[in-house]
């Protein structure tokens, strides 16, 4: 099955400064890529993601890059502010079958910005 | 509108009890998914319903844990003879359809067992 690792595990950087994320992924078939953002104790929720038939994706001050010859993805958060501070999880879908939309998940990224 | 809801919101059992866990998915959407989520770690897989399909239980840890989804809307799990191992987060998300759709989650279920 799919496996995706995340690193760095955890990220502080100085508000202003950018952040960036990366993931890897297994199965070469994986066509949907999201990013979630988990801030203590609330939901996960969506902040951008990628499907495989574009390489870059931006949102704001939130951008996806997708490299798929090397099965690997980034999220690049420029001007960090705050509350940005939050664990951030990618994940990549398990393509064919009748599964397509199970998604697998990165350990998570905890992102601290310092004002 | 309303967006996925979990109930309990908090449960605390003793080791061996059977527990249940309740999730309502967003009106329409026809893809439902249950995760879990330790202390600290990220989201693992458990179960994958898509409309009338049969369910995908690859994630499933041990024969103790069974979900079901009725009327392809509410959606129940039941853990049998909880263990202290399966405390954890239980998020429970919703998709507008099965394929690789944006999926909302729900508040989660915080178990506890004792």
């Known amino acids: 099955g799919e496996n995706v690792e995340q690193h760095p595990s955890t990220l502080s950087v100085q508000e202003g400064d950018s952040a960036v994320i990366k993931c890897t992924y297994s199965?070469?078939?994986?066509?949907?890529f999201p990013w979630y953002k988990q801030e203590l104790g609330k939901r996960p929720q969506l902040i951008i993601d990628i499907r495989s038939n574009v390489g870059e994706k931006k949102d704001q001050r939130i951008a996806v890059t997708l490299n798929k010859t090397a099965k690997h993805f980034s999220l690049h958060i420029t001007e960090t502010q705050p509350e940005d501070s939050a664990v951030y999880f990618c994940a990549a879908n398990s393509a064919g079958g009748t599964s397509y939309g199970k998604l697998t998940f990165g350990q998570g990224t905890i992102l601290t910005v310092h004002p | 509108g309303a967006g996925v809801s979990q109930s309990p919101s908090n449960k605390v059992t003793e080791k061996g009890k059977d527990v249940e866990l309740r999730c309502d998915p967003i009106s329409g959407h026809t893809a439902l998914y249950w995760y879990r989520q330790s202390l600290g770690q990220g989201l693992e897989f458990l179960i994958y319903?898509?409309?009338?399909?049969?369910?995908?239980k690859s994630g499933l840890p041990s024969d103790r844990f069974s979900a079901e989804r009725t009327g392809g809307s509410v959606s129940t799990l039941t853990i049998q003879r909880t263990q202290q191992e399966d405390s954890a987060v239980y998020l429970c998300?919703?998709?507008?359809?099965?394929?690789?759709?944006?999926?909302?989650f729900g508040p989660g279920t915080r178990l506890l067992v004792l």
């Open positions: 998300a919703s998709s507008i359809a099965g394929g690789p759709e944006t999926q909302y």
């Open positions: 319903f898509q409309g009338n399909s049969a369910p995908d």
């Open positions: 199965d070469s078939a994986s066509n949907y």
